[in-house]
């Protein structure tokens, strides 16, 4: 079932709504004499608000992506385009999400702030999709569905068809959340997207670009979506600041492509240092620049390297994660460090079982 419209799934009071237009929409043009938006005269550039359809930064990220501009939403985070998904298809009290558990919590957090109901679809034992459990879960009210992949923390790329057959299926929204993707030597699902108007990705500059600091997320989708993202957004939801970090790094391609081979080769290294150890009962396949590992104790394992200054994420009480401490994957010093500091947790605990 192709959906080849969606405007019947916005919210009416959305298609209704008039959107504010700001002076940066009325006119962007340059060496013009600005006094239309009770700016500050002095302090330049900063003085001025920027341009709030970030068309030169849409426009490289268009030439590096393929994606056309008119296909393109940059946020502050992929969290704004979560939260203005859900306020754009789901009524308040009425409707549903369907997520996967485990999977990236803002999902959640964004429907429970809407007041919109969220249906959790429990992985399979080995973190994989089952699309007729997640199909069957649906009812008229759901509005959209999340997949994560790579997902958060299982650190899994989903299987593709069974993407496609959700989004084929499904009636309604399908955001699929590739934060992770470069780390996957895959292109994800976006070759798929020129066919499907329900379907949504979101990207980042957060992990691969190492620019977390500044906020700024995509998302790729069908124009008529991203029309109404950019109706319901706050006026200049991306600064100035992050737009520039943002251009100068795109021009430092080859940089960004380093640091991904760099985190995959010690993504490598970890992962065959910790199968080695007592303490560890599994490390799970990564396609993400962390690492989802299994051990014996995990939390005495988390306070003792609490206590070394080296934090990791405890999962132990998320859905399938019993056991389980998520690792970024961080330098090789940082990385080298990391195990040691587990070896010697490993060894204390192999002298107290023989003692």
Not at 37 to 48: D, K, L, S
Not at 290 to 298: D, E, I, K, S
Request: hydrophobic share 40%.
């Amino acid at each position: 079932m192709a959906i080849t419209d969606i405007t019947g799934f916005i919210r009416p009071n959305i298609t209704k709504l008039v959107p504010y237009s700001s002076a940066r929409d009325e006119y962007s043009g340059n060496d013009a004499v600005l006094m239309d938006a009770n700016e500050n005269p002095y302090n330049a550039p900063f003085n001025r608000y920027p341009d709030p359809l970030q068309r030169k930064l849409k426009q490289e990220i268009s030439n590096i992506s393929g994606v056309n501009t008119r296909n393109l939403f940059l946020g502050n985070g992929s969290d704004e385009a979560i939260d203005l998904l859900i306020r754009a298809f789901c009524n308040p009290g009425i409707d549903n999400i369907i997520v996967i558990d485990p999977t990236y919590g803002m999902y959640e957090v964004c429907a429970k702030i809407n007041d919109v109901q969220v249906i959790k679809v429990l992985l399979n034992n080995d973190f994989s999709l089952d699309p007729e459990k997640v199909l069957s879960s649906a009812s008229e009210n759901s509005k959209i569905i999340f997949l994560c992949s790579p997902n958060n923390p299982t650190s899994n790329l989903l299987k593709e068809s069974d993407i496609l057959e959700i989004i084929e299926r499904f009636n309604g929204i399908v955001v699929i959340d590739e934060a992770y993707i470069d780390f996957s030597g895959t292109k994800g699902i976006l070759p798929f997207l020129p066919d499907h108007k329900n379907m949504v990705i979101l990207r980042t500059f957060s992990k691969a670009w190492g620019l977390a600091g500044i906020r700024l997320g995509m998302a790729m989708a069908d124009y008529e979506i991203i029309t109404v993202l950019n109706k319901i957004k706050y006026p200049y939801n991306v600064n100035n600041l992050s737009q520039e970090l943002a251009l100068k790094s795109i021009k430092k391609m080859k940089l960004k492509e380093k640091w991904v081979k760099s985190v995959l080769e010690e993504r490598n290294i970890m992962a065959r240092s910790l199968e080695l150890l007592e303490i560890v009962q599994t490390v799970y396949h990564s396609d993400a620049n962390f690492l989802l590992v299994r051990f014996t104790n995990a939390k005495s394992l988390y306070d003792y390297l609490r206590q070394q200054k080296f934090i990791v994420r405890d999962r132990s009480k998320v859905s399938l994660c019993s056991g389980c401490l998520r690792i970024t994957i961080g330098t090789r010093y940082e990385n080298r460090e990391l195990i040691k500091h587990i070896r010697n947790f490993n060894n204390k605990s192999k002298n107290n079982k023989q003692s």
